[in-house]
């Protein structure tokens, strides 16, 4: 693309150092993970024993038989599904039908109200967490699904970046249906919110990935096991390491909950290093 | 109706078919319906916790009582408990291990993997991946790294017939090891936002430096790094909000210790609010939270406007 012939020894010796640097960083990323996959296919005893045993066989599927068996895994991750998937939709609905309102129509106070719904943005969930607690408590909403779902309907963010879409889109498309005599909410649906799909589909992952992750609301909400959310199940587990279960169980454990998002972001990386990147800047 | 004939001064002057279109942006008050489900959300789950939070931090409160006025009682206990100190030094420590490493190994990286190769996608993809991954996955990862005996790290030392470094129990590696997980988990973000600038460089400035004779240090000095500057500091201040909520990673990994060299302020909070339930005074660490945060916020709100500006 650029390149002078004017140093070409320089500059491959350089691109040496380069490349056995990025291939060092490649390693520490990996590493730790083939560590803990090894760890997972071994019996927990022969490991105790000798940890360099994890280079040769025997392998074992013992200990996903074990998670699949024993653990309350699956509860957990029906926990999380409910949950993140619940305030996916309920996050859509909300910053489509705010976005909308927002961008599109004139209501007395809209902009004073929409420059209090930025300052939202500003606001740390741990500035909020105590009262929100105190709050919960008193409607009983601790250990419910409503009281995991509910907290996350309130951030500001899947508003703004649909106000913002919504802008985007040429006036004239709603103008024309407006003619037709279209209702308001006709318009929303039929015209507007087909146009808004790959921001729906931004806010989706990220308001899925971010509720799935999440870990401070959840642990101090959910406090009996079965209600627990895989993120703070696993947790749970992880207190009494390397006694009970063992080692090998917690490591298969935590391949089984962390793969599948892991294969989820494969498929759908695009989107998802655009919601996290545009969440960042916003 | 009576809106519905107020015309705007659009649509007095607008001829016709204008006419209609302006009046629909007249104000009123049934649009509000759009936007009022998620102000329910947002003003009893949001705005009304945050100011009951400010109420809660003059009074000593339990879970269900909202307790007696001490006005600026827990503050004063705050700036007098030794741990809470601690943990705004411990915090100030973990953001300046983590923020620049961050920024610098997101910058070298976002370069190196800057081409439209097939091993570049690869590597971007792997080094994002981490960043999907649940706090208290990584943190599993890493104690199994760090962890004496089975850990890779002591494994790894083993072959040498050496000690691997107690990243967790010794006093002075705790946060250390911590940061490096956290770097471990956070890298993705840097590195896009530093690759999303990088390729918004206009491609002849590049040409024009060939043409120039320019070696690579002096394009990468001259006009890579100029370009990219304020993407950097949008980068440390996005990091710094971020890592100063350093929470999961602290608990899971090291519970605080040991001697609390390892609690951040909002672990301080976890501990105060919800594990002794004196939630007053967790409100009140809260709020110096929030108003720590408050201020890079704005510092990022202000860089982003700039550049919004200057586009």
């Excluded at chain 1, 919504?166 to 318009?187: G, T």
């Amino acid at each position: 693309m650029s390149a002078p012939a004017t140093s070409i020894k320089g500059r491959a010796f350089g691109d040496h150092v380069l490349l056995a640097l990025v291939i060092l960083l490649s390693i520490v990323m990996i590493a730790p993970v083939l560590w803990v996959i090894g760890l997972s296919l071994k019996d927990n005893a022969e490991l105790m024993a000798d940890p360099n045993s994890v280079f040769h066989a025997p392998y074992t599927l013992k200990n996903y038989i074990n998670t699949v068996g024993t653990s309350s895994v699956f509860i957990w991750v029906r926990n999380s599904i409910i949950v993140s998937g619940g305030l996916t939709l309920g996050t859509l609905i909300l910053s489509s039908l705010a976005g909308y309102g927002f961008a599109r129509l004139n209501f007395p106070g809209r902009d004073v109200l929409f420059v209090i719904v930025l300052f939202g943005l500003a606001v740390p969930e741990q500035a909020v967490l105590v009262a929100r607690h105190q709050i919960f408590s008193m409607l009983k909403f601790h250990n419910t699904y409503q009281g995991l779902i509910l907290p996350g309907l309130s951030a500001p963010f899947g508003v703004f970046l649909m106000t913002q879409y919504f802008k985007a889109i040429p006036k004239e498309l709603d103008e024309a249906a407006m003619l037709d005599n279209a209702s308001r909410l006709r318009i929303f649906w039929k015209v507007l919110l087909p146009l808004t799909l790959p921001a729906q589909a931004t806010l989706g992952i990220f308001t899925f990935l971010g509720a799935w992750n999440d870990y401070f609301w959840p642990l101090i909400s959910a406090t009996r096991k079965d209600m627990f959310t895989l993120t703070v199940g696993m947790a749970s587990t992880q207190t009494n390491f390397a006694q009970s279960e063992g080692i090998g169980f917690l490591m298969a454990q935590a391949v089984f909950a962390g793969a599948p998002i892991l294969i989820v972001y494969l498929f759908f990386q695009k989107y998802i290093v655009t919601a996290v990147s545009g969440a960042a800047v916003r | 109706m009576a809106d519905r004939l107020a015309m705007s001064p659009t649509a007095t002057l607008a001829v016709g078919v204008r006419a209609p279109t302006a009046d629909i942006y007249a104000p009123q008050w049934r649009n509000f319906i759009f936007v009022a489900p998620f102000l329910f959300f947002f003003t009893t789950l949001l705005l009304f916790p945050l100011l009951w939070g400010m109420w809660l931090s003059f009074h000593k409160a339990d879970t269900f009582s909202s307790g007696n006025f001490v006005g600026l009682g827990n503050y004063a206990r705050l700036y007098h408990d030794k741990v809470f100190l601690q943990s705004i030094w411990n915090t100030f420590y973990f953001v300046l291990l983590t923020v620049p490493t961050l920024a610098l190994i997101g910058l070298f990286l976002a370069l190196c993997l800057n081409r439209r190769t097939r091993t570049a996608a690869v590597l971007r993809t792997l080094f994002f991946s981490s960043s999907v991954l649940s706090v208290t996955i990584v943190t599993l990862i890493w104690r199994i790294v760090f962890i004496p005996n089975v850990g890779l790290l002591s494994t790894i030392y083993g072959w040498f017939g050496a000690t691997a470094p107690a990243f967790i129990s010794d006093p002075s590696l705790a946060m250390v090891g911590i940061a490096i997980a956290t770097i471990w988990w956070c890298i993705g973000l840097p590195m896009m936002l530093f690759l999303s600038a990088l390729q918004q460089i206009p491609q002849d400035i590049y040409e024009a430096a060939a043409l120039d004779n320019a070696n690579r240090w002096q394009t990468l000095r001259s006009i890579t790094l100029p370009s990219i500057k304020r993407t950097f500091i949008l980068v440390i201040i996005i990091q710094i909000v971020l890592q100063f909520q350093l929470f999961g990673q602290a608990w899971l990994m090291t519970r605080g210790g040991p001697n609390n060299l390892t609690k951040p302020i909002v672990l301080y909070i976890y501990d105060t609010a919800f594990r002794r339930w004196d939630l007053g005074l967790g409100a009140a660490a809260s709020e110096i939270l929030f108003i720590l945060i408050l201020v890079a916020a704005m510092a990022q709100y202000l860089v982003t406007r700039s550049r919004g500006d200057q586009a």
